[in-house]
């Protein structure tokens, strides 16, 4: 349900410039309309301000992963934050990996999308799971620490400047490495974690969508 920041303040229990800043850091669901913040809080969940973020190795275990090591008491809280997954604010999640946004030649994309060393996901694996969205002038996945600048200097990735907008955006996991050997496309939990990250009502949809 979108309302305003004095709204969102006056049920979150504290001040509209409190909201702001949360909204503007991201650790609130809201979008820009013009130059104001619209909040999104769901109607069916009493409100709250967001959670602390999980550990990196937690987030993982959340998602189904990396959970070798784990504790019994660990693997129980992950089990219980599994059931209200589609519940926990996209940045509750953020510390699974660092991500680099970057900036390919057009002609480039469709080689970095072909890649063995990337596991795709977000737009580029939500299709493969039956998620209706799709973006060709965008890729997106997961690399290993060790091979993200081999990755960058093959096809020539730069950071954005001058207003550009990334059409490649690359995760580098941690702690470790999570997917299974020989892997193309993430799991659909965790794409549905990229698209909500993503912020626009098309991805946030496909993830609502995944996680159901």
């Known amino acids: 349900m979108d309302v305003s920041v004095a709204e ?8 509209p410039r409190r909201v702001r800043a949360l909204a503007e850091a991201g650790e609130i669901s809201a979008r820009r309309v013009g130059r104001a913040w ?7 969940l ?3 301000l967001p959670a602390r973020r999980l550990s990196a190795r937690s987030a993982w275990a959340v998602l189904g992963l990396g959970q070798e090591g784990l504790s019994r008491s660990e693997r129980q809280r992950a089990r219980k934050r599994q059931e209200r997954l589609a519940d926990l604010l996209p940045q509750a999640l953020a510390r699974r990996a660092e991500v680099h946004h970057l900036i390919a030649h057009p002609a480039a994309l469709r080689r970095v999308e072909g890649d063995s060393r ?6 580029s694996a939500a299709a493969h799971h039956g998620a209706d969205v799709i973006a060709v002038d965008r890729v997106e996945g997961y690399v290993r620490t060790d091979d993200l600048d081999d990755v960058r200097t093959a096809y020539a990735l730069r950071p954005p400047r001058d207003g550009d907008s990334a059409n490649v955006v690359l995760r580098v996991p941690a702690p470790a490495w999570p997917f299974p ?6 799991p659909p939990v965790v794409v549905a974690a990229d698209l909500r990250e993503a912020g626009d009502e098309r991805s946030i949809r496909a993830a609502r969508g995944l996680l159901a």
Do not use: C, F, H, T
């Open 8 to 15: 969102a303040a006056q049920a979150l229990g504290v001040s």
């Open 38 to 44: 619209v909040i999104d809080l769901d109607p069916r």
């Open 46 to 48: 009493p409100p709250r």
């Open 118 to 123: 990337i596991v795709l996901g977000g737009v």
């Open 181 to 186: 050997e020989g892997e193309r496309y993430a």
